[in-house]
């Protein structure tokens, strides 16, 4: 993270070295790929709880992320207090009853039919946590001096990604929700004018009659998302 007066270049010799073999490599990666394969975005779940310290190295996990000058610029609020998850519940439906209502084209409705989507979000409360992204647009220094983060957009878009892996890898399941706008987050959250909410998690594991859209599993193939020039 940025520090006023450190403006130097120091080299450190790689620390960790987990390079394998070209033959391990293939399978540790397809491996991935195929484990990867069993994630879903949900929205029933369980009441089993799940214990702060799992979430803790999920969202540890998250934050080894790279960042644009390296800056981190991103804040994970994890919440289970229902009375909070009941209130961003409440705002997220005003506003999805605005969204469906006529906020949304003709177009961007027809697109999420397939998905299942409504203004009832029941998952905000029923998962045992919430997991609140915040985009921070500039920073502050020990002394208060504001400094300017860099690829804050992208930063934070590749430290999100890892959290959702490693809920994954600790065998649980959430749903990328995104209502708009949501100004509401900061202040329930207690976060500062500099920093945007941009995305809820709902986290937990999936109840037994969980399902999933059809349309999910329609996944593009790698001739369609790759260029490759030899």
Wanted: hydrophobic residues 40%; glycine residues 6%.
């Amino acid at each position: 993270m940025y520090r006023k007066g450190e403006v130097k270049y120091e080299a450190l010799a790689l620390p960790d070295r987990v390079q394998l073999p070209d033959d391990q490599a293939l399978r540790a990666a397809e491996g991935f790929r195929d484990y990867m394969r069993k994630r879903h975005s949900v929205r029933q779940y369980s009441n089993r709880a799940v214990p702060q310290a799992v979430i803790t190295a999920c969202i540890e996990a998250a934050c080894t992320a790279p960042s644009g000058a390296n800056h981190q610029p991103w804040h994970f609020v994890a919440i289970s207090n229902p009375a909070m998850k009941a209130q961003i519940r409440a705002a997220a439906e005003e506003e999805e009853r605005a969204f469906y209502s006529g906020g949304a084209g003709d177009e961007w409705l027809a697109a999420l039919e397939p998905i299942g989507t409504g203004v009832e979000k029941p998952h905000l409360t029923q998962a045992p946590w919430l997991i609140v992204v915040f985009a921070q647009r500039y920073g502050l220094t020990e002394d208060g001096t504001r400094y300017k983060n860099y690829y804050v957009p992208e930063s934070v878009g590749i430290a999100t990604g890892m959290l959702i892996t490693a809920l994954h890898q600790a065998g649980l399941v959430c749903l990328e929700h995104t209502p708009n706008p949501m100004k509401f987050l900061a202040e329930l959250c207690g976060r500062p004018a500099q920093e945007k909410p941009v995305m809820i998690l709902p986290v937990g594991y999936p109840d037994a009659a969980a399902t999933v859209p059809a349309v999910a599993k329609r996944k593009k193939p790698a001739d369609q998302v790759m260029s490759v020039f030899e």
